[in-house]
Structure formats: structure tokens, C-alpha cells
């Protein structure tokens, strides 16, 4: 009699998820990939889940609808968002001050270089 394959027990996908602790950054760092590499129409929550290595009730336990885990993305980036915001903030309005291109550019530039350099950070720069 030939041998069936048969579905993961409870225990062995328990073993598989990231430990509880890790599970809702697991969330959050696996939608911001997915949401940068395929658009936010084009991801399911249950492909979220897959990617986080959770199971997918465990999404909306931590984050509620796929809007809501959206937002939450955007939100553990805020620092930078504020950060880039202050230094816009900071640049002259005067067309004749030679150094405001390079302020601006500076203001894009420097939060996405920080980001890029931590492993968190490559699908959101």
C-alpha cells in the first residue's frame, strides 16, 4: 500500500511559526514586502500569513482588515516619514539660495539610504 502524505499536525506547524513574540513583526515585515514587490490590490491577506509563517486568523488578530495592516505599515515608518518632513521643513523657500536643491534632495535621499542599510527597511525605501 502505497504511503499518503498527510496534512501538517497542529504540533509541527506550531514548530514552523516564528516564536510568539516575533509573530506580529513577522506580519508587519512580510506586508510591507509583499505590499512593495506586488501592489496592495494584488496581496491577500492569506499570502501575508504564508510569507509571516502564522496562521492566517492570527493577521486579523494583530492588525484587523488588510487596510488596517496597510496603515500599520506606514506607521512603523513614521520616525522616517517625520524625520524627511522636518527636513523639508528646514529648507529655504528662496529660489536664490544656492544650497535649498541640495537640501531637498538631502531630505529624500539620506532616510531612504538609513532604511536600505537594515534588513527591515529594503521594501519600504
Not at 502524505?5 to 514548530?15: H, S
Not at 529655504?92 to 531630505?107: K, W
Amino acid at each position: 500500500m502505497p504511503a499518503t502524505k498527510t496534512a501538517p499536525t497542529a504540533a509541527r506547524r506550531k514548530r514552523e511559526a516564528p516564536p510568539r513574540p516575533d509573530r506580529q513583526q513577522a506580519i508587519l515585515f512580510a506586508a510591507e514586502k509583499l505590499f512593495a514587490q506586488r501592489g496592495y490590490h494584488a496581496v491577500t491577506i492569506r499570502q501575508i500569513a504564508e510569507e509571516a509563517g502564522v496562521p492566517l486568523a492570527l493577521v486579523a488578530y494583530y492588525f484587523g482588515p488588510k487596510q488596517d495592516l496597510f496603515h500599520a505599515v506606514f506607521a512603523h515608518w513614521s520616525q522616517t516619514i517625520d524625520e524627511r518632513l522636518q527636513a523639508l521643513d528646514g529648507v529655504s523657500n528662496d529660489p536664490a539660495d544656492p544650497d535649498t536643491l541640495t537640501r531637498i534632495v538631502e531630505a529624500f535621499v539620506q532616510p531612504v539610504i538609513r532604511m536600505r542599510s537594515s534588513p527591515e527597511g529594503q521594501y519600504y525605501a
